[in-house]
């Protein structure tokens, strides 16, 4: 917790959008994880008024246990990116982060543990700053039904593009960074959003088909019957 003087240098851990899309003027990129959180897509940012989309948040573990989630188990660990950022640009990339990550999102300090696979990495962990949407905050939704956030996330849309492609791209980042970055949540609501999206494909195939089919019934030259002759002809 607390705050650090703009002008050092600092650790960024970033386990959401930062994983692919990562902040300016980094010299360094770690892949690793933290302890004692859960990430869940219960912070309400990405979309427009009227379609509000979702996106991940970290949620104490301690506070998580307390509350009734669909996905019931969440592993120890919360995998992502840590950056470091030299003090010739800190105060500038600190402003960047409070510009794109200002929504409810508050700065924490959390101990940040490197892959094992990286051959120099520090010993000890690397003291991490961590933008967390805490309960508390007003874009904080709580627990969400996995099928219906699945169904919100397939429709929300803003400025910063499709909220599908944020979680798609989030799930991709995380199968890259390790063997044992997976997070179920993740990846089970990507499948849901999918099989949402080939649903709707397949719906809206088979109303365009039947419009087709009575476009073409109606256009028939002998579907409206003006004569006895006509008459005789569509009853053959």
């Given at each position: 917790?607390?705050?650090k003087p ?45 379609a ?23 592993r ?46 520090p ?114």
């Amino acid at each position: 917790m607390g705050d650090k003087p703009a002008q050092e240098d600092f650790w960024l851990f970033g386990y959401g959008s930062l994983i692919w899309k990562p902040p300016p003027h980094f010299d360094q990129r770690l892949p690793g994880y933290i302890e004692g959180y859960v990430r869940r897509f219960w912070q309400d940012h990405r979309g427009t008024p009227e379609a509000p989309g979702r996106v991940a948040t970290l949620i104490d573990r301690a506070h998580w246990e307390t509350l009734d989630d669909h996905h019931a188990s969440a592993r120890e660990t919360v995998w992502g990116a840590a950056y470091h950022i030299p003090a010739s640009h800190a105060a500038e990339v600190r402003d960047y982060l409070d510009i794109r990550e200002i929504n409810g999102y508050s700065i924490q300090y959390t101990p940040f543990h490197p892959a094992a696979s990286i051959s120099d990495a520090p010993a000890k962990p690397i003291d991490c700053l961590v933008y967390i949407g805490p309960p508390e905050n007003p874009q904080f939704l709580g627990p969400q039904d996995p099928q219906k956030l699945a169904e919100h996330i397939v429709v929300s849309r803003g400025p910063s593009g499709e909220n599908k492609e944020y979680l798609y791209m989030l799930e991709t980042a995380l199968v890259e960074l390790s063997p044992e970055s997976e997070d179920h949540h993740i990846s089970d609501l990507a499948r849901r959003c999918r099989e949402v999206e080939a649903k709707s494909k397949e719906t809206a195939h088979k109303e365009a088909k039947a419009a087709e089919n009575e476009a073409q019934i109606d256009g028939h030259p002998l579907h409206k019957v003006g004569s006895t002759e006509e008459q005789e002809e569509v009853e053959k």
